[in-house]
């Protein structure tokens, strides 16, 4: 199986960062310029919100400024404060999704947040890849969220 996994330390207990991550996804994700820096907006369409629908079974989604809507993926496990895991999938992306899972564990000066992010299978040959390309850009994402938190 290829996955990725990040580990990182957050100076907040995991209640906060629970919460901030699912119910405050609009707020951290990055911006550039006047759009999100990873969006899944048509061409031309302007990006306007990313949400999580914080229960089981909820919607992942991003609602673009002409009021269209994309459903990046669905929540498939939500255990405040403790551990949540959603579903996602490319506008592009081949038949099939992966799965991010993220688990808040009380460590001794805050949180140890750990995502993995699998099921780059459906990607075949190109799985190695596209684990590389979301390397670079889970760290982005969890940059700005940790930068989020701190100032929030």
Known sequence: MTAYTQTIQIAAPPAKVFRAYVEKINQW????GKEFRFSFAPEGVEPSEIHF????????YERFADGSEFD????????PPHKFAFTWTGRDWPEGESLFELTFEEAKHGTLLTLIHSGF????????????????????????????????
């Open 29 to 32: 994700w990055p911006w550039q």
């Open 72 to 79: 990046i993926g669905r929540v498939t496990r939500y255990e």
């Open 121 to 152: 299978e459906i990607f075949g040959d190109d799985a190695a890849e596209m684990v590389q390309g979301y390397d670079t850009g889970s760290k982005e994402i969890l940059g700005a969220f940790i930068n989020w938190l701190e100032a929030n």
């Open 53 to 60: 629908e914080p229960k089981l079974g909820g919607r992942y």
